[in-house]
């Protein structure tokens, strides 16, 4: 079986940086995902890591460890528009997305 | 503009009523999927398709049902065995399947509510 973990709630200041760890168990592994989630929308694409190491893309960055079975989502110079939920997602061996069950973002002014 | 549209956006069904779902993309996408969101928690598979007329169950396909007869559709039946049916249901689709890709785009769902 699958299963991720992730922190259920992160608070921070506008301007603030805040990193959302995931730490994975997978039978079968190709990569990790992230994807925001605002109130009552769709789920987006973030960023995928399938290598060591981070992958920067704007305000946000990702992190890959697979020998630690591990990534974080870092986001920096936080925005109102940031407050969202942030779910990690592992791509199995075949081919499907295994999800965890959301960070929830608040940004305050 | 090419993407994933559902419809409705909100269903209100009569419990021991079965109901359909649609989801069309015209992204020209191999792949689709078909998940369930409660409050809180993150996605969890219902069915995904790799190509037309084949799909296969995920991890809780138990009082649903799926057809896909053309590669721009794929409808979910929420039938009356389904317990708990109630919920926020996402198509997505990708590339394609068996190549792996990554990034699943989804649509804007659909909140079904059973009395």
């Known amino acids: 079986g699958q299963s991720l973990e992730q922190p259920s709630e992160v608070t921070a200041v506008e301007g603030a940086i805040v990193q959302i760890n995931c730490t994975y168990q997978?039978?079968?592994?190709?990569?990790l995902s992230w994807y925001q989630q605002h109130d009552g929308g769709a789920p987006t694409f973030l960023s995928y890591?399938?290598?060591?190491g981070l992958e920067e893309t704007g305000r946000f960055s990702s992190f890959l460890s697979r020998s630690d079975s591990y990534g974080y989502l870092l986001l920096q110079e936080l925005q109102m528009k940031d407050s969202a939920s942030y779910f990690c997602?592992?791509?199995?061996?075949?081919?499907?997305?295994?999800f965890g069950a959301g960070t929830q973002v608040v940004v305050t002014p | 503009d090419g993407g994933i549209t559902q419809s409705p956006k909100y269903l209100f069904r009569k419990e021991g009523q079965n109901v359909t779902l649609s989801c069309e993309q015209n992204?020209?996408?191999?792949?689709m999927y078909w998940y369930r969101q409660d409050p809180g928690q993150g996605l969890r598979l219902i069915y995904y398709?790799?190509?037309?007329?084949?799909?296969q169950k995920g991890d809780i396909a138990e009082g649903y049902s799926v057809s896909r007869e053309k590669k721009e559709s794929f409808p979910l039946t929420v039938t009356s065995a389904q317990k708990n049916p109630t919920a926020f249901y996402l198509c997505?689709?990708?590339?394609?399947?068996?190549?792996?890709?990554?990034?699943?785009?989804f649509g804007p769902g659909t909140r079904l509510t059973v009395t």
């Open positions: 992204l020209n996408h191999d792949a």
């Open positions: 997602a592992v791509t199995d061996s075949w081919g499907k997305l295994q």
């Open positions: 398709s790799q190509i037309v007329n084949d799909f």
């Open positions: 997505a689709s990708s590339i394609d399947l068996a190549g792996k890709t990554y990034e699943q785009y």
């Open positions: 997978t039978s079968g592994f190709y990569g």
């Open positions: 890591n399938a290598l060591d």
